[in-house]
């Protein structure tokens, strides 16, 4: 399950869309765990002017997105968030986790977290887009 996570996350960075002004990719992975996924959030910003402001926001908007996360899959007990820059685009990068404990999730945390996504639209936004993957035990090699 590592491996297929590392694959699409290095996948994802790959994908991470050309264009001006800041952007963001979020991804939301599962875990072999049913009740556990992983939140991979990336983001470009070519204007950063301090960049501790920067991972100060970046880490505000992963707590966000994880919470919308959860809000948006009910069922998640446990979500693991990475945020990072861009590295197609980042000469230096840093990443910011989170682990998030949702086992004594209530209306009231759900609602922050509503409230709190309303403009971000975090798993919310019409270019939502849903992949399967399958990942065996051990990886395949073709044929020779």
Not at 38 to 48: E, G, K, M, W
Not at 96 to 105: A, E, K, Q, R, V
């Amino acid at each position: 399950m590592r491996r297929g996570i590392a694959s699409k996350m290095l996948q994802t960075i790959k994908d991470f869309p050309h264009g001006p002004g800041i952007m963001r990719n979020l991804s939301l992975m599962p875990s072999y765990f049913p009740e556990t996924a992983y939140v991979f959030l990336q983001i470009r910003d070519p204007q950063i002017s301090d960049y501790e402001e920067h991972r100060v926001r970046r880490q505000a908007l992963l707590e966000i997105a994880c919470g919308a996360a959860k809000n948006k899959w009910p069922h998640l007990m446990t979500i693991v968030g990475i945020a990072m820059d861009a590295p197609k685009f980042a000469r230096v990068n840093s990443e910011d986790f989170i682990l998030m404990d949702c086992t004594n999730w209530t209306p009231e945390i759900g609602a922050h977290y509503e409230v709190a996504n309303h403009d971000l639209r975090c798993f919310g936004n019409s270019s939502l887009k849903q992949h399967e993957f399958r990942v065996t035990e051990f990886p395949f090699s073709p044929a020779q």
